[in-house]
């Protein structure tokens, strides 16, 4: 379970193709800080560790990424160079400063407009049709892992304001026109629907 809260940006170092593609991550973590089988959520993927070494920044660990993940997230597109925003999961008694994210992505949305003022960032996000229902204006998404305000909302499109902190600590900051990125919703929206779901359904019998 992940806030949204991203505590440090990482970079791809390697990656290995095969059945299972896995990756070479260089965190800014102590090689001691971190055990087999942590999860740390990636551009808003949780992935878990199953390597560690020392490294003179922090580690180097490895994670591995299944095909059905790489198809459903932004992640097949990484290189080594790539970088991305990275948390390690909540802990029992941590304050909650975003919303709760589970690092599981919902779908891809793709970047529509970017506008920058007095070192804001105001971006315009295209999400999914089958995402567009579960985001509403002032409500909480997670794009590439950083929990955002939902400004308003047209049709399928969603308007975002990143401040300066957020857009000097993240990946954010890279965003134009045309650039993916992984989405995950509110999961109180996410239940919220079901739960009209099976009510409607059961007000039609």
Partial sequence: MFTGIVTAVGELTALEDGPVRRF????PWPAA?????ASIAHDGVCLTVTAIEPDKSGALYQVEVSPETLRRTTLGEWTP???MNLERPLKVGD???GHIVQGHVDGVGTVR???DTDGWMALTVEAPAELAPFIAEKGSIAV???SLTVNGVSGTAFDLMIIPHTAAVTTLSRLQPGMRVNLEVDIMARYAARLAAMTGAKDVK
Avoid: K
């Fill in 144 to 146: 590439d892992g950083v």
């Fill in 81 to 83: 160079g790539s970088r």
């Fill in 24 to 27: 070479t991550v260089r965190g």
């Fill in 113 to 115: 407009a970017r506008t």
């Fill in 33 to 37: 800080e971190l055990v087999l089988g």
């Fill in 95 to 97: 304050e909650l400063g």
